[in-house]
C-alpha cells in the first residue's frame, strides 16, 4: 500500500488548493479514505472523509462548507478542494486509509498567508 500526496504549496487568505493522493497496491472504490491534517503545536485532526462504495462524506465543522472530498476511481487518486483558505488552515495535510492504524501518506504542506 502507497499513499503519495501532492498540491499542498503558499496560498493567500481565501484562495483555494486542490491537493491530491495518489493511492497503490489496494482497491481505492472499497476503502474509506480521509484526509487528515496536523498544524505545528496541535493534535492531529481529521478534516474530511470518504465511505467507499457509495462515497458518503463527511467533514469536521472547522472545515465545513469549504473543503470537499472527492476521488476518481480510475486514477487511483483521492482529492481535497480546499476553498476560501483561512491562516488557521496551515498545517501538513495527510491522506489515510484504514484508521489511525492503518496507512499514511508523507504529507503536503498548505501554508495560508498574506
Known amino acids: 500500500v502507497q499513499l503519495v500526496e501532492s498540491g499542498g504549496g503558499l496560498v493567500q487568505p481565501g484562495g483555494s488548493l486542490k491537493p491530491s493522493c495518489a493511492a497503490s497496491g489496494f482497491v481505492l472504490s472499497r476503502s474509506n479514505m480521509n484526509w487528515n491534517r496536523q498544524a505545528p503545536g496541535k493534535a492531529r485532526e481529521l478534516v474530511a472523509s470518504m465511505a467507499p462504495l457509495g462515497g458518503t462524506t463527511d467533514s469536521a465543522d472547522s472545515v465545513k462548507g469549504r473543503f470537499t472530498i472527492s476521488r476518481v476511481n480510475a486514477k487511483k487518486t483521492v482529492y481535497l478542494q480546499m476553498n476560501n483558505l483561512k491562516p488557521d488552515d496551515t498545517a501538513v495535510y495527510y491522506c489515510?486509509?484504514?484508521?489511525?492504524?492503518?496507512?499514511w501518506g508523507q504529507g503536503t504542506q498548505v501554508t495560508v498567508s498574506s
Open positions: 489515510n486509509t484504514g484508521g489511525n492504524r492503518g496507512y
